[in-house]
């Protein structure tokens, strides 16, 4: 059985959730447009994990990520027109216009990005909660990569440095069981990513990423493993994504039926507004506004992202280094 | 900055004191390696940090450069000020990654919002017959790269006041020092807790007006005793100690090409995309008028590094080898 949550959690993960598959839709039509350009890896489908695991965060905690981003930054409060800015490359995006999808921070939320290179984020997530540690401040760092990721090196080089030093670090492997066009079989020997740090006595676990309610409850216990001093924990989160590994992608290697069954059986949203309504009994009128809310929030969004400028030409030699260097 | 009372150490001994003032001077700042704790270093240079400061600042890793590289960007990204040390700067291949797309774009993907201050050193470039995978110079691979500060000092003075300035620095620095050159002692080295010098600037190391010759780090040493040979045979060389790679002082270099007209480059690297490549480019766009010979290259053999002595000698730039490119743009 689900554990019970408030009325007003619920709905309020619900916005969360609804506001990432929203603005995920409007990002893929602004792409069609030739809004936005180059890469653009959308997070529908795997809504529920970034937003269960933000729900039990503190202010302290960290996040860092790979490129399939955007769900991440709208968990962690970012503002949706500063990311939607950041896909059309205007200068009020989060990196001004520089940084596109796969490169958005923000140091006030706590997000470090927001990184292009499959696994590059996992050591640099380490080394986050290695400054944790050392500056004592309690926080932990959530460090998220995908099934493709995990065969890359550099994860069980950090996985024995967290390990080795007890960092406070907790591993979500988003295993949406495809490493762009490869899956998981044919990529991976041995898929039960969650028992990966057995190696270096990290403790992991499996989790139902489509339900909000299993990722909360694992973040918690792994997120308080971490804190507490005992050191890394892994979660796998069983997802899935619905759109092609990027825009340019048709996913023609799976099946139609695959998806649909997904979507019909396991969707994160469907899911949880069937709990709110039949478990917790939340009345159609509070969703309703919400739903309202969350068009509302992404039609500004998307306003904004079209109509601010591009950056300046000026803006092309800026931020390279921390301060200006004349050359002679 | 002051600069009073300079006194005599090795560059071993500078680096470390280097470091240890500016543990003391910051608390963020930490050392982090291969050996740099318990093993007092590979080749010493962060002897006795360990006792001063202990584990927590200076920490042993595992033989795992891309990820100690990976997580001392992410300790920067969190605040802190990471020292990574490489054994050796050919084992920075492994890590090459993080220096690049981690620590050096991130300021720029970020508009400006990140900034990661982090410091990697360690010996590059050649030692003495350790072969192929052990000889290598990054000098131009680094220097390529917009967002990091390349630094290559030559004496034990520079070595300290630029890697106290390395620290301090807000931006990524690949800081590249020479394992020979950890023995060799200079009197040139300030006590002062404060001094430092600033990041891009060259020094004339000896004043001349026939030639110019620029090197960076061992190289300089080779350009000083070939001036002094030249200098017998009536050839007055000057000799610039560049220093700093990226950004690299090419006001100095103009305005004593200037005086000279004439311009011999010396680094230990391949000649191919090196330094004294980029160095004929910016005498062509910004000398060209005041040249009266076209700049010549002394750089290694284009070859991975052989292990014979007999090879390994040939393959180095020599003194001798300055002297005859000196001799050839003088046309003597």
């Known amino acids: 059985m689900p554990h019970l949550i408030s009325q007003d959690e619920a709905l309020k993960a619900y916005r969360e959730m609804l506001l990432i598959r929203r603005f995920e839709e409007r990002a893929a039509q602004l792409y069609g447009m030739g809004l936005i350009a180059g890469f653009c890896h959308l997070y529908i489908g795997q809504e529920a994990i970034v937003v269960g695991i933000q729900s039990i965060l503190k202010p302290q905690d960290t996040v860092i990520t790979a490129y399939r981003d955007h769900g991440h930054m709208l968990a962690a409060g970012m503002d949706p027109k500063g990311v939607m800015a950041e896909l059309t490359g205007r200068s009020t995006g989060y990196s001004k216009g520089k940084g596109g999808s796969m490169h958005m921070f923000s140091r006030e939320k706590n997000f470090f990005g927001g990184?292009?290179?499959?696994?590059?984020?996992?050591?640099?997530?380490?080394?986050?909660a290695f400054a944790h540690k050392y500056k004592e401040d309690g926080g932990v760092c959530i460090t998220s990569l995908g099934d493709g990721a995990t065969n890359q090196g550099q994860v069980y080089e950090s996985y024995n440095m967290a390990s080795l030093w007890k960092l406070p670090i907790v591993y979500i492997i988003e295993n949406n069981h495809y490493g762009m066009g490869t899956?998981?079989?044919?990529?991976?020997?041995?898929?039960?990513?969650?028992?990966?740090?057995?190696?270096?006595?990290i403790p992991g676990e499996k989790v139902d990423g489509m339900e909000y309610l299993k990722v909360q409850e694992a973040a918690n216990h792994a997120v308080d493993h971490a804190r507490s001093g005992k050191g890394p924990y892994i979660l796998e989160m069983d997802t899935y994504r619905y759109r092609g590994h990027s825009m340019s992608d048709p996913a023609k290697y799976r099946s139609k039926e695959e998806v649909e069954g997904v979507k019909e059986k396991r969707d994160p949203l469907a899911h949880f507004k069937m709990y709110m309504t039949k478990t917790l009994k939340i009345p159609e009128g509070p969703i309703k506004i919400i739903e309202d809310e969350v068009k509302t929030i992404v039609a500004e969004a998307v306003e904004f992202s079209k109509t601010s400028p591009e950056p300046d030409v000026a803006e092309l030699y800026t931020d390279v280094l921390k301060e200006e260097i004349s050359f002679a | 900055m002051t600069n009073s009372s300079l006194i005599s150490m090795t560059v071993r001994e500078?680096?470390?004191?280097?470091?240890e003032e500016e543990m003391r001077h910051d608390e963020t700042v930490f050392l982090m390696g291969e050996e740099v704790a318990e093993y007092n270093g590979a080749y010493k240079v962060s002897q006795g940090?360990?006792?001063?400061?202990?584990?927590?600042?200076?920490?042993?890793?595992?033989i795992t450069e891309a990820g100690f590289s990976g997580l001392g960007v992410g300790a920067a990204f969190g605040g802190l000020r990471p020292i990574v040390e490489f054994m050796t700067f050919n084992f920075s291949m492994q890590a090459i990654d993080h220096i690049i797309n981690s620590a050096a774009?991130?300021?720029?993907?970020?508009?400006?919002q990140m900034g990661c201050p982090i410091v990697f050193r360690g010996p590059n470039g050649a030692a003495s017959r350790v072969g192929a995978q052990h000889s290598h110079c990054f000098a131009s691979w680094y220097a390529h790269c917009p967002g990091l500060k390349v630094i290559s000092p030559y004496s034990a003075g520079d070595a300290k006041a630029l890697?106290?300035?390395?620290?301090?620095?807000?931006?990524?620095?690949?800081?590249?020092?020479?394992e020979l050159l950890y023995g060799q002692q200079f009197d040139d080295v300030s006590q002062d807790p404060e001094f430092t010098l600033p990041i891009g600037k060259a020094l004339i190391?000896?004043?001349g007006k026939d030639v110019t010759l620029t090197a960076f780090s061992i190289m300089v040493g080779k350009a000083l005793k070939a001036a002094d040979i030249l200098a017998e045979q009536g050839i007055d060389a000057e000799v610039i100690d560049l220093r700093t790679l990226r950004p690299l002082d090419v006001e100095t270099v103009v305005r004593s090409v200037m005086k000279t007209n004439r311009i011999v480059s010396i680094e230990e690297s391949w000649p191919f995309a090196g330094i004294g490549s980029e160095m004929a480019a910016l005498m062509m766009e910004h000398a060209f008028d005041y040249l009266d010979a076209p700049l010549v290259r002394v750089t290694g053999a284009d070859v991975p590094m052989p292990y014979a002595a007999n090879l390994e000698h040939l393959a180095l730039p020599q003194v001798e080898s300055i002297i005859e490119a000196v001799k050839t743009v003088c046309y003597r």
């Open chain 1, 115 to 128: 990184h292009g290179i499959v696994g590059a984020q996992v050591p640099i997530g380490t080394g986050l």
């Open chain 2, 163 to 178: 890697l106290k300035a390395a620290i301090r620095d807000p931006n990524p620095v690949v800081f590249l020092e020479n």
């Open chain 1, 183 to 201: 899956p998981v079989e044919r990529s991976s020997a041995g898929s039960n990513y969650y028992g990966r740090g057995q190696g270096w006595d």
């Open chain 2, 205 to 207: 190391r000896r004043k």
């Open chain 2, 14 to 19: 500078a680096l470390r004191d280097a470091m």
């Open chain 2, 49 to 62: 940090l360990l006792d001063v400061f202990g584990s927590k600042r200076v920490v042993d890793t595992p």
């Open chain 2, 105 to 112: 774009k991130t300021l720029y993907m970020s508009g400006g």
